[in-house]
């Protein structure tokens, strides 16, 4: 879209119409081809739907793909927030979009460690506007077997999570708020282990 006027105008330049009439007649037809496309204002108008479409999913496959493990707690919202935008841009088809994205996601990408490093992202638990739906608590609490090996370390950690949840005892206070919005996840844990001491 950025350079939709330049290409038209290359298209129509006397050197590239030179250069076709130079062309063998295949290469010639697909030049020809090319440029009843771009001049085609359908065409550009799929172009600009189908990028409203794929802008918000670009970012999350960054994220996926990118060298920074720490994204994990960020993944559950900003595929959230890409449906949302979704939804925004393409009130009309949001539906067939999303049908495409829950079916990628559930076979592919989401996964409880997903889920838990949302629940336990602090930037995102001390918002206002915070989200623990079902799916997170239960991906969340499905994460606990695997790391605790007893059951009252199963039960300790089940009672921590409530009250992180909650933002009670050392989770609670403007102090935590606060800190969670601009320290990193694994500076918040650091402050939370150095105020339990």
């Given at each position: 879209?950025?350079?939709?006027?330049?290409?038209?105008?290359?298209?129509?330049?006397?050197?590239?119409?030179?250069?076709?009439?130079?062309?063998?007649?295949?290469?010639?037809?697909?030049?020809?081809?090319?440029?009843?496309?771009?001049?085609?204002?359908?065409?550009?108008?799929?172009?600009?739907?189908?990028?409203?479409?794929?802008?918000?999913?670009?970012?999350?496959?960054?994220?996926?793909?990118?060298?920074?493990?720490?994204?994990?707690?960020?993944?559950?919202e900003a595929m959230d927030k890409a449906k949302e935008k979704l939804r925004e841009r393409n009130p009309k088809a949001y539906r067939k979009w999303w049908a495409i994205i829950?079916?990628?996601?559930?076979?592919?990408?989401?996964?409880?460690?997903?889920?838990?490093?949302?629940?336990?992202?602090?930037?995102?638990?001390?918002?206002?506007?915070?989200?623990?739906?079902?799916?997170?608590?239960?991906?969340?609490?499905?994460?606990?077997?695997?790391?605790?090996?007893?059951?009252?370390?199963?039960?300790?950690?089940?009672?921590?999570?409530?009250?992180?949840?909650?933002?009670?005892?050392?989770?609670?206070?403007?102090?935590?708020?606060?800190?969670?919005?601009?320290?990193?996840p694994d500076g918040f844990t650091c402050l939370g282990v150095c105020l339990k001491s």
């Amino acid at each position: 879209m950025k350079y939709r006027h330049q290409l038209a105008q290359l298209i129509n330049s006397a050197e590239f119409l030179q250069h076709v009439d130079t062309l063998r007649l295949d290469s010639k037809d697909v030049a020809l081809q090319v440029q009843d496309l771009i001049s085609n204002a359908r065409f550009w108008e799929k172009v600009s739907y189908y990028l409203k479409v794929i802008e918000p999913l670009v970012l999350i496959l960054k994220m996926v793909d990118g060298d920074d493990k720490n994204d994990m707690g960020y993944l559950y919202e900003a595929m959230d927030k890409a449906k949302e935008k979704l939804r925004e841009r393409n009130p009309k088809a949001y539906r067939k979009w999303w049908a495409i994205i829950d079916k990628r996601w559930e076979m592919t990408l989401h996964h409880d460690f997903h889920a838990a490093g949302y629940f336990f992202n602090p930037k995102i638990q001390y918002k206002d506007d915070v989200h623990n739906d079902g799916e997170v608590m239960r991906g969340t609490i499905n994460v606990i077997p695997r790391i605790a090996r007893s059951m009252n370390e199963r039960l300790d950690a089940v009672a921590e999570v409530e009250r992180y949840k909650m933002k009670v005892g050392i989770y609670g206070g403007y102090d935590m708020t606060y800190a969670a919005q601009r320290l990193s996840p694994d500076g918040f844990t650091c402050l939370g282990v150095c105020l339990k001491s």
